[in-house]
């Protein structure tokens, strides 16, 4: 009866759980030192090595995986951030445009009011050299009209 117990312990050890789960489970309660010579005891110097050399990997590979975890959510939440920085670059951008859009169109009504106030000026201002010419004909014609 004590050289079948051994077995079934060995199929519950923290290598067979990690291979079903994508996340190393907590470990069961740690072997007693009985437990473990006699398991130690039925085996031989070679595969002790081999198991040990196996759990030492297997404690390397946790920790690199534990490593690549941390590093993927610290990517991943690098991502998130800088998904968030170019939304609001984008609505930044957006809004400048617009505001551009909205100047340039103001410009261009500013210079067609320029425009037509010039013409305004320019026909004004003709028509006051007219009336002064005019003016000046009409003072011209009285005068001559008094003298006589």
């Given amino acids: ?50 198991i040990i050399q196996m759990t030492e990997r297997l404690r390397r590979k946790e920790a690199q995986l534990d490593q690549l975890h941390n590093e993927n959510e610290r990517l991943a939440a690098e991502l998130d951030g800088t ?10 951008v957006r ?10 169109d103001q410009e261009a009504k500013v210079a067609q009011q320029i425009a037509s106030d010039q013409e305004v000026i320019a026909f004004l201002d003709g028509r006051v050299q007219e009336l002064e010419q005019s003016l000046a004909n009409s003072r011209m014609e009285t005068e001559s009209l008094q003298v006589q």
């Fill in 1 to 50: 009866a004590t050289s079948s117990a051994p077995t079934p312990q060995m199929g519950n050890t923290p290598t067979s759980s990690a291979r079903r789960s994508p996340r190393p489970q907590p470990e069961a309660a740690p072997m007693n030192a009985a437990m473990a010579n006699s398991m130690a005891s039925k085996l031989s110097d070679a595969e002790l090595t081999a």
């Fill in 95 to 104: 809004s400048m445009e617009e505001s551009l859009r909205q100047t340039e």
């Fill in 83 to 92: 998904d968030a920085v170019k939304q609001f670059l984008v609505a930044k």
